[in-house]
């Protein structure tokens, strides 16, 4: 995790079949000046990765000899289907020398592999995806589950391998029986790395377990019974991780977030960052933050646009945390900023560019904060660089992702603080519940709550660990606290009422010992309006408390002064990926926290948007200005983006350091309009308009009194 001011780094994401038939040199050509402006500014690391085939085939196929034909077997790949190892290896260095030409030193070269054994989609005519294995052929026991959304068999890296005679470059007899993946795949990396010169493998979707792109993990919707049994998941991914890195310590090793939350990778997916972060292998951690193709295509909105920026704070700050424990160079961190698909029929840039550049903005802004410090995503991870068409981005689209990236970083170098609620993440309470009752549902999914609270005004853009305090916030969104969090006015305890006994004792409050069965529950303060709730304890007397949410007749947001406790919504099928209204039912729930967010809040305080049009709000003060970013991003049920909307934020006194109006200045996505200002005594009232589709981004810069 990078402070203000530290170096950025920049990937770009390509498919290797687009630079068709040997020799390659005008098509490197044309790709390296045409990228160029994306690698030349970057401050850290920057490079290109490759994709070579999806699956991991590249590397376990690899037998040692340079004239081995690649073992390509997709129609994408024809131009490469007879090519060798070494007319791979050849490619990479022209591809390293392209850019040297131009002036950019040490672009690192590299692959991704995905840990699925095929990929075949649709499945009956594998038009889309046709990605076959001989490896997964030869190794079917290596792949025994079926769980994720992709269209293949998920990776198991537990299970040992069967014997087989096959001449790999790092083991010429073949394996012997009960060999791990781990060391196999670390010893062929090695080899190949070395052989082709390659300076990175990045471990992609299927290598942090089968949890994929829902809260569905190797064992259902919940995690096993025995502890041990979950825990042999995250054991697995440090041990394959560490002998990647120790196979080939100069080079650099990436993962992949599974689209959804830590709490959920964690918790249902069995794989902890913090833990395999903390054993010191891991180079580079990469948020799938695809908040377009998810919110705009996929119809997927859980893991749309507020979601990603939730589920990046969230891993941002169980990986900075397991950084302390670090003896050498720190994990870094990467936001994922797509453009478009290279294999799929979505296109973020061109059909919704506003929404990719609010993504741009707030993504590089998430800050995790610990004591007086913030630190920021390290770096950029753009992909793709061409769609299934065989187009190279555009001019105008790098010269776009160029500025953007350089006005959002020249603002990073001197951010100063994070304004508005933070999110605090609590590993120990959610290790103990995964330890002492894995299987039960304490509402700790607090990503997802974050989530929904950004779309109705909630300008949560920070982060913090349990533990770490949170002087500078006004209001924290605790996840199931085991104890109180120092330093905040208001803290919202989110979590099962019995899981949170400090609170609750704080409140003078009891729950009723029966557990009540997940379901729908009418909204109290709503006619004909329902939520689902997952399991849950209602609690007794709350006479002495201020009510300010219920549902089927039991009270659901209590408290009294700065301590206040929620027990949110669940998804009603968490195993689906798609986000029907029945999910959760109504958002009410959700309304009612971000107006007590409003209400505790005095320095940043966001009018609750109306029900139909939710906006997302999150704000800074960097270069001594206060920046305001607006999204209009929802689709469906949620809201609809294709209208404009406008939205009311009051600043409270000491934040822009003047009595004077100030300086304004508004850019949208669309015509930009400056908001309308009115300023009373040391409050300074702002209607910011939001433009469809797109964003708004208002800084205001104190004046010096005449």
């Keep these: 995790m990078a402070l203000p001011g530290a170096p950025r780094d920049r990937w770009i994401e390509i ?46 196929e690899w037998t040692g000899s340079g004239d081995q034909p690649l073992p390509f077997r997709s129609r994408r790949y024809a131009h490469w289907h007879d090519r060798t190892y070494r007319d791979f290896a050849v490619f990479v260095r022209e591809l390293r020398a392209a850019f040297v030409r131009r002036g950019i030193d040490g672009v690192r070269v590299g692959i991704f592999i995905a840990g699925l054994g095929h990929v075949l989609w649709p499945r009956d005519t594998a038009t889309l995806y046709d990605l076959r294995s001989a490896w997964s052929e030869r190794h079917p026991e290596l792949y025994p589950l079926d769980v994720s959304l992709l269209p293949g068999p998920d990776l198991d890296p537990r299970v040992p391998l ?31 790395a070395e052989f082709c010169d390659l300076d990175v493998i990045h471990l992609r979707d299927g290598f942090w377990g089968p949890l994929l792109y829902s809260r569905k993990g190797p064992y259902g919707t919940r995690a096993h019974a025995d502890p041990a049994e979950n825990e042999s998941w995250t054991t697995a991914v440090i041990d394959l991780v560490r002998q990647i890195k120790q196979a080939r310590p100069s080079a650099i090793v990436m993962a992949y977030s599974s689209a959804v939350s830590h709490t959920a990778e964690h918790r249902v997916g069995c794989v902890d960052l913090h833990a395999v972060v903390a054993d010191g292998h891991l180079d580079v951690w990469i948020d799938q933050t695809w908040g377009g193709a998810w919110q705009d295509w996929w119809d997927q909105q859980w893991k749309g646009w507020s979601f990603q920026l939730a589920n990046l704070l969230g891993h941002a700050a ?24 290279g294999w799929e029929p979505w296109d973020t ?24 410090s913030l630190h920021v995503p390290d770096g950029t991870y753009i992909s793709w660089m061409t769609n299934p068409v065989g187009e190279l981005l555009p001019d105008a689209d790098v010269t776009f992702l160029a500025s953007t990236l350089k006005d959002v970083e020249e603002s990073v170098e001197h951010l ?32 997802d709550h974050v989530g929904m609270l950004l779309k109705w005004g909630a300008p949560v853009l920070s982060a913090s660990m349990a533990g770490d305090g949170a002087d500078e916030a006004e209001v924290v969104i605790h996840q199931i606290p085991t104890k109180r969090c120092q330093g905040a006015a208001t803290e919202i305890a989110v979590g099962r009422f019995d899981a949170m006994p400090g609170v609750l004792h704080d409140l003078a409050v009891t729950v009723d010992p029966e557990l009540r069965p997940d379901g729908y529950q009418l909204d109290s303060s709503t006619p004909a309006e ?13 006479t002495h408390l201020d009510v300010r949410y219920s549902a089927g007749g039991a009270p659901l947001l209590v408290g009294v002064n700065g301590v206040w406790m929620w027990q949110p919504p669940d998804l ?18 959700y309304r009612a926290v971000a107006t007590l967010i409003a209400e505790r809040s005095s320095h940043l305080r966001v009018s609750v948007p109306p029900t139909h049009a939710p906006v997302t709000v999150g704000a800074w ?45 508004a850019h949208s996505s669309a015509e930009s309009l400056l908001p309308d200002l009115r300023v009373e005594g040391e409050r300074t009232t702002l209607t910011i308009h939001v433009p469809s589709s797109g964003m708004t981004h208002v800084t205001l810069t104190p004046q010096e009194t005449s």
């Design 530 to 542: 329902s939520i689902h709730l997952p399991e849950h304890h209602a609690l007794t007397d709350t």
């Design 15 to 60: 498919d290797l079949d687009w630079f068709g038939n040997a020799p390659w040199g005008e098509a490197i050509d044309l790709f390296a000046e045409r990228c160029s402006p994306l690698l030349s500014g970057a401050s850290g690391d920057r490079g290109v990765i490759l994709n070579a085939g999806w699956l991991a085939d590249i590397v376990t």
């Design 349 to 372: 840039i061109h059909r919704t560019p506003g929404k990719l550049e609010w993504a741009i903005w707030a993504f590089h802004h998430a800050a995790v904060a610990r004591g007086n």
């Design 318 to 341: 169980q990986l900075h945390d397991a950084n302390t424990a670090r003896a050498g160079r720190p994990c870094r961190h990467y936001t994922l900023i797509e453009t478009w698909d």
């Design 162 to 192: 069967a014997a087989d005679d096959y001449p790999y470059a790092s083991h010429p007899s073949g394996v012997a029986a009960g060999m791990s993946f781990a060391e196999l795949l670390a010893a062929q990396w090695a080899s190949l």
């Design 621 to 665: 003060r960097s270069g001594g200005a206060v920046h305001i970013l607006v999204g209009n991003l929802d689709t469906g049920w949620i809201g609809d983006s294709r209208w404009p909307r406008s939205v009311e934020i009051e600043l409270g006194q000491g934040v822009l350091d003047s009595r004077t109006p100030p300086r304004i200045e």
């Design 572 to 589: 009603h099928d968490p195993a689906n990926a798609l986000f029907p209204r029945n999910q959760y039912g109504s958002v009410e729930p």
């Design 416 to 447: 100063e603080s994070v304004l508005g609620p933070r999110m605090i993440v609590d590993h120990a309470a959610v290790q103990q519940v995964h330890r002492e009752a894995p299987q039960s549902n304490v509402s700790e999914w607090i990503e």
